[in-house]
Nanobody, 119 residues
Framework: HVQLVESGGGSVQAGGSLRLSCGAS????????MAWFRQVPGKEREGVAS???????YYADSVKGRFTISRDNAKNTLYLQMNSLKPEDTAVYYC??????????????WGQGTQVTVS
C-alpha cells in the first residue's frame, strides 16, 4: 500500500512563495505519474500540475509561469514550487500518484492534503 505524505503548506502574503513536498516512505515513486491537485470548499478538485504523465509537465493555465513541479527520485519526493502566490491560490493541496502515464486520469494514491493560505 502506497502512502503519500505532503508537507510545506502554510500561510503567506500575496507575492510570496512556498514549496510543497510529497514523499512515500516505503514505496519507490520513480515510475509513477505524479500530480498536484487543489481543492477549495464547495468547488471541484482542480489538477494543478503533473509530471511523468505526459511527455512534458502539465500545468493548469491559472498557475503557468508561477508554479513548477519537479521530482527527486533519489529522495523519493515530489515537489511543487509556488511563486508569486495569489489569494486565489488558497486551497488544500493534495499530491497524487499512480502507475502508467496518461493525463487527465484517475489516481489510486493520494496524500492527506496540506493547507495553503495566501492573504
Amino acid at each position: 500500500h502506497v502512502q503519500l505524505v505532503e508537507s510545506g503548506g502554510g500561510s503567506v502574503q500575496a507575492g510570496g512563495s512556498l514549496r510543497l513536498s510529497c514523499g512515500a516512505s516505503e514505496y519507490a515513486l520513480s515510475r509513477f505519474c505524479m500530480a498536484w491537485f487543489r481543492q477549495v470548499p464547495g468547488k471541484e478538485r482542480e489538477g494543478v500540475a503533473s509530471i511523468s504523465c505526459l511527455g512534458t509537465p502539465y500545468y493548469a493555465d491559472s498557475v503557468k509561469g508561477r508554479f513548477t513541479i519537479s521530482r527527486d527520485n533519489a529522495k523519493n519526493t515530489l515537489y511543487l514550487q509556488m511563486n508569486s502566490l495569489k489569494p486565489e491560490d488558497t486551497a488544500v493541496y493534495y499530491c497524487a500518484g499512480d502507475r502508467g502515464a496518461s493525463w487527465p486520469r484517475r489516481f489510486g494514491y493520494w496524500g492527506q492534503g496540506t493547507q495553503v493560505t495566501v492573504s
